[in-house]
Nanobody
Framework: QVQLVESGGGLVQAGGSLRLSCAAS??????MGWFRQAPGKEREFVAA????????NYADSVKGRFTISRDNAKNTMYLQMNSLKPEDTAVYYC??????????????WGQGTQVTVSL
């Protein structure tokens, strides 16, 4: 079992930056990822990182703007979001799975943190 707690969401103007954090407790040697869900839309994949940080995947919509990373000594994963756009507005969820390949349907989720990007 693993417990996930996100933080770092907020309101930012378009073009600005935010950094989300996800603190993991319990069994922490998992691949981890970020998903997001905008109002009226389905939850979508954003990024994922393997246990050792070697394998990283991004959704095309965030490539070049978002950076996923993790600090295993702190049991924490991060999502640095730059050049934010209004369409990035969503609730962002932290997730964990055995592997990056299993991130399609991760068994563990955080409670979510709201990111709002204004014009």
């Amino acid at each position: 079992q693993v417990q996930l707690v996100e933080s770092g969401g907020g309101l930012v103007q378009a073009g600005g930056s935010l950094r989300l954090s996800c603190a993991a407790s319990g069994r922490t040697l998992y691949a981890m990822g970020w998903f997001r869900q905008a109002p009226g839309k389905e939850r979508e994949f954003v990024a994922a990182i393997s246990r050792g940080g070697v394998t990283i995947n991004y959704a095309d919509s965030v490539k070049g703007r978002f950076t996923i990373s993790r600090d295993n000594a702190k049991n924490t994963m991060y999502l640095q979001m730059n050049s934010l756009k209004p369409e990035d507005t969503a609730v962002y969820y932290c997730s964990a799975a055995q592997t990056v390949q299993a991130m399609g349907v991760p068994p563990y989720w955080g409670q979510g943190t709201q990111v709002t990007v204004s014009l």
